[in-house]
């Protein structure tokens, strides 16, 4: 085992043990109704929560690199389906954010890192010919504003999106928390 699962195994025992969780005892159904669509950055793990009053149990949160929706039939957009006609969900927040590792990233660098560390150029090639676009796979995007406009008509745009569901988009200032209505 490595020794950072050490440390978080030993801290979770305590923690268990302690009675802490009972501070964050919830329901699966978001209490605010709500959705957020936004980026993994390290930066906004505590403080997008913090700087948009958000509790445990508030909200459904979804993160990945960028905040972005890489695919209409991803896993992004079902967690979207899920929150909605499962969990409650009526409004959706894309909060994307300033300073993003994704902004202006192309697939090249990325690509080449894989060369480094092992990866066959062979693998690539075979990835390619079965029709996968790795490019565009692997490409952030330009400017955050755009993206966020982009994904925002994207869920709304969704065929099996229910007409009613509010779709807003937000730019979230990555120390600061100030937020910004893009659309
Ligand atoms: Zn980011």
Redesign the pocket.
Known sequence: MTEKLDQILAFNREFVASGEYKKYLSTKFPYKKLAIL????TR?TALLPAALNLKNGDVKIIKN???MISHPYGSVMRSLMVAIYELGVEEILVI??Y?????GKDSGGIIAKMLQRGIEPQTLEIIRACGIDLDAWLSGFGDVETSVRQSVELIKGHPLMPRDIEVRGLIIH?ESGELTVVV
């Open positions: 936004s980026c993994m950055d906004l690199a960028g905040g994307g954010h300073d993003c590792g994704m902004q990555p």
